[in-house]
């Protein structure tokens, strides 16, 4: 394996997703970038050296098993320069063929992680026992008798739902990864509101729909928009589909607590729980909604803070206030 210095990265031509999928959709490339992953032979700034770990020819065409020398050539230059880099001293990832690696391995981890038993936290909308699932890459938890808080814009009972990366589930039991899905949530909404998209930093388009006819009974959804919010807010990555739909004070509460979390010089992934975070949504959120032009207040209590934020039918921010509380008990 040689070693070489940093240079800078050769201009780029512009690469379509169709064309991006076209070159990785070859199991010859797809082994080059994983030998080449598995040797470090890697250069991103975030790597902490300007000294770039490469693979020779030789070595790397061994490790792929391919012995016909101009088939391994063309598949190589498909890989580059997009995904795989060459030097005078052998061939390396590029950043973009790092994050595939990346993403592979994200979602190749085991997921053995038992959420067979219901957790001890009850629903905090009915009192019934909560229980959690983790399926297709997706982390509920749902209660096991009420309908739960999203109406017919999730499988019934559901109280919290996130994406989430099978390897992340290796290493942290149940409670765990709950703990880190809400916080992954929280940060995920941030982005949004902020108008990037955190898979790909594309912008976000954002479209809020209001139910004119909102009426909630028994804790039971709206005959008319059948969910128990009367305003929802759609946020969706111009470039790469990334998107969620949400009412807007799950949006507004998912900022606030990452705020509060990020804010904090004693930072504490444990806190809140996924229960606080409904408890907080429940009673801690107050929404007024006011027409021409649309705009959507909220004032969201946590712990010793107020927080006031008006938005418009985009989901910008026009307002934001932030103050003590004047009611709040200081233990």
């Not at 490469?54 to 490790?63: F, H, I, K, N, R």
């Not at 019934?128 to 739960?148: I, K, P, S």
């Not at 927080?307 to 233990?331: G, H, K, Q, W, Y």
């Amino acid at each position: 394996m040689g070693q070489t210095r940093f240079t800078p990265d050769l201009e780029l031509d512009e690469l379509s997703p169709d064309e991006a999928f076209a070159i990785l959709g070859n199991e010859i490339r797809l082994d080059v970038i994983r030998v080449l992953w598995r040797a470090g032979a890697t250069y991103e700034y975030d790597d902490g050296s300007d000294a770039v770990e490469t693979v020779p020819y030789s070595e790397l065409q061994a490790e792929i098993d391919v012995d016909d020398n101009g088939k391994f050539n063309y598949h190589l230059s498909k890989l580059a320069p997009h995904f795989v880099r060459r030097s005078d001293d052998g061939y390396r990832l590029s950043s973009a063929g790092k994050q595939i690696a990346r993403t592979v391995i994200a979602v190749s981890g085991t997921g053995h992680l038992d959420f067979s038993r219901e957790l001890e936290e009850r629903c905090p909308l009915c009192g019934a026992a909560v229980a959690v699932t983790y399926e297709d890459q997706w982390l509920r938890v749902r209660c096991t008798e009420c309908y739960g808080l999203f109406g017919d814009q999730a499988p019934t009972g559901t109280l919290f739902l996130t994406s989430y990366p099978a390897a992340g589930l290796t290493t942290r039991d149940s409670e765990q990864a709950l703990a880190t899905g809400l916080y992954r949530c929280g940060l995920d909404i941030t982005y949004l509101m902020y108008g990037i998209c955190r898979e790909c930093a594309g912008q976000i388009s954002s479209s809020v729909t209001v139910c004119d006819a909102h009426e909630v009974e028994d804790g039971q959804p709206c005959d008319t928009c059948r969910t128990p919010f009367p305003v929802w807010a759609d946020m969706k990555c111009d470039t790469c589909g990334f998107a969620k739909r949400l009412p807007v004070e799950m949006f507004v509460t998912g900022l606030v607590l990452a705020t509060e979390l990020t804010g904090s010089p004693e930072l504490d992934i444990e806190s809140p729980a996924v229960n606080e975070a409904i408890e907080l949504l429940q009673n801690n959120v107050e929404t007024d909604v006011s027409t021409e032009p649309l705009r959507v207040s909220l004032r969201i209590e946590v712990e010793t803070t107020a927080f006031t934020l008006t938005l418009d039918d985009e989901m910008n921010i026009v307002e934001f206030d932030r103050e003590p509380r004047t009611d709040a008990v200081v233990s």
